[in-house]
């Protein structure tokens, strides 16, 4: 069945469905597989709970009118949300990078709101699954579209970009992640840079950060067009007990948010760069970055009864880990670091621990994880197996009167000590 023949058949349902669990009557269901599942086994229970026809793999058995046989599930629902996607006359921001980039997107979402009706990856759903998912989310109404594409290997944009084919782009930074998967920090830049190879091939135009040396050589290497932002007459305000969030000092006055960590500026910049840009005015720009409220473990700040916490658990590499590091210690009084080991780093985990612990001499912390154990042998630093094992300890030892740095990748869980702090 052709591309445009499916599509017609999806424009006549009620939706796209990819999970059994959320059906609703009259949807299209489409039989992903994976590691753990296999959707073709909910096929005809699928068609049993109302969906309107079934797209699945050649190989499975069952006969049904309305069962669509395809040879690959994942390249049909990526050639269908690039399908739709050529319907809409739009501009569409592609984002990617090492860190912050789901902290950018609700920035940039929360700024270019104030003036258009914008559709934007929720949470995120950025790999080779939730970038059509996220790409189906666009509709008529539709003025403007943020898609957020993660990688962790060096070809993973390719096939996401030519699902959201965006007009417009934006990489945040380029650091140290994933490097199991990249192999090296050039790989890093290679992998992110595809979103520069797309628009230099389609006349797109790019957002970068004039204060990282990584893009610009990248930008430069390309001859792509750009719209610079950066810290040019801007002053990050120190923070204090008073006013423990990120305040930027424009020429203008002070923009104030709910933001922590100074790492955060630049995507502030970026949001307010895009708003410019697309003509948002400049007071509803400010409006929408200090009423956006962060939340899911990125640059939180909770104040409990003994603590102040910086929570940013949901993810580490070192890059992120060093500037979170360097906010710690620019924040008053008693600081702590509950800090959980860095994932897929590959060859060079070993070395990347080493280099956190060496930073961590001097500062009251405690670690979590194998990688750490490691690193951290011949010092007095505390580490625990997993974060169950430290929320433990924090529970019969607990801290008070503390600033405390929550923060470690995602298969470490920091969050789960939370409650005892």
């Known amino acids: 069945m ?183 920090f050039e790989g890093v830049k290679h992998a992110k840079g595809l979103l520069y190879d797309y628009l230099k091939e389609h006349d797109g135009i790019a957002f970068a950060n004039a204060d990282d040396p990584d893009l610009q050589e990248m930008l430069w290497e390309r001859g792509l067009p750009r719209i610079p932002y950066g810290m040019d007459g801007v002053t990050v305000l120190p923070a204090s007990a008073r006013s423990p969030y990120l305040q930027l000092q424009f020429a203008g006055g002070v923009l104030s948010t709910h933001l922590v960590g100074a790492y955060n500026a630049n995507n502030i910049l970026a949001a307010l760069k895009i708003g410019w840009f697309f003509g948002v005015p400049e007071a509803d720009a400010w409006k929408a970055v200090s009423s956006y409220i962060p939340s899911n473990n990125r640059s939180q700040l909770l104040k409990t009864e003994k603590n102040t916490l910086i929570v940013d658990a949901y993810n580490a590499n070192p890059s992120s880990m060093a500037v979170a590091l360097d906010n710690l210690a620019l924040t008053e009084g008693r600081k702590v670091a509950l800090l959980g080991e860095m994932r897929e780093l590959g060859a060079d985990a070993a070395a990347e621990h080493k280099k956190i612990v060496e930073r961590l001499q001097g500062t009251e912390a405690y670690l979590v994880g194998e990688a750490f154990a490691k690193a951290a042998e011949g010092t007095d630093i505390p580490v625990f197996a997993s974060s169950d094992q430290l929320a433990s300890y924090l529970h019969e030892h607990p801290l008070e009167g503390c600033t405390v740095l929550v923060k470690g990748s995602r298969g470490t869980r920091m969050e789960k000590v939370i409650p005892s702090l």
Do not use: W
Not at 25 to 33: D, H, I
């Open 2 to 184: 052709e591309i445009s023949q499916l599509y017609a058949i999806y424009k006549a349902s009620e939706g796209l469905c990819t999970d059994t669990r959320t059906l609703r009557p009259g949807q299209l269901f489409l039989a992903l597989k994976g590691e753990n599942f296999n959707g073709d086994n909910f096929a005809l229970q699928a068609l049993e709970a109302g969906a309107a026809y079934a797209v699945v793999s050649d190989a499975l058995e069952a006969s049904d009118p309305r069962l669509i046989r395809v040879p690959d599930t994942l390249a049909t629902l990526q050639a269908l949300a690039a399908y739709h996607r050529q319907q809409f006359d739009i501009p569409v921001i592609g984002l990617t990078g090492t860190n912050g980039k789901t902290t950018t997107k609700e920035l940039i979402k929360a700024v270019l709101s104030a003036k258009y009706r914008v559709t934007a990856t929720e949470g995120n759903l950025n790999n080779d699954v939730g970038v059509p998912l996220s790409v189906f989310r666009i509709g008529e109404d539709t003025e403007i579209a943020i898609i957020e594409m993660g990688a962790s290997h060096p070809e993973d944009l390719r096939p996401l970009l030519a699902v959201a084919q965006p007009t417009h782009g934006l990489i945040t930074n380029v650091g140290k992640a994933h490097l199991l998967g990249f192999g090296s």
